[in-house]
Nanobody, 125 residues
Framework: QVQLVESGGGLVQPGGSVRLSCAASGITSDYYAIGWFRQAPGKARAGVSCIGSDGSSTFYADSAKGRFTISRDNAKNTMSLQMDSLEPGDTAVYYC??????????????????WGQGTQVTVSS
């Protein structure tokens, strides 16, 4: 049984930082990309960032460029999203998702195979 479990969300002040983690278990494929997505109240789910199976390729949505950093530790089956310079507009539920993909990554959410339950990030003073 595949499980993706996010952690690290919470309340943070504007300009602050938070690090989200995603722990994966039960994925039998040796090659899977990881994507981070978010959904704000009343808005559609949006892609934030993704990383390829070996960590060599990454992609960031415009909203994340220069502020967020994605990484993964395949030995520990954990992935992280470091978010800096947070703004109220970053408030959302953040989800990690896994996609069976040998090379590269993308943020087409409908193609992802597995999803976590999400973690809330609230940016407010």
């Amino acid at each position: 049984q595949v499980q993706l479990v996010e952690s690290g969300g919470g309340l943070v002040q504007p300009g602050g930082s938070v690090r989200l983690s995603c722990a994966a278990s039960g994925i039998t494929s040796d090659y899977y990309a990881i994507g981070w997505f978010r959904q704000a109240p009343g808005k559609a789910r949006a892609g934030v960032s993704c990383i390829g199976s070996d960590g060599s390729s990454t992609f960031y949505a415009d909203s994340a460029k220069g502020r967020f950093t994605i990484s993964r530790d395949n030995a520990k089956n954990t992935m992280s999203l470091q978010m800096d310079s947070l703004e109220p507009g970053d408030t959302a539920v953040y989800y990690c998702a896994a996609l069976k993909l040998r090379n590269g990554c993308h943020l087409f959410s409908s193609t992802y195979d597995y999803w976590g339950q999400g973690t809330q990030v609230t940016v407010s003073s």
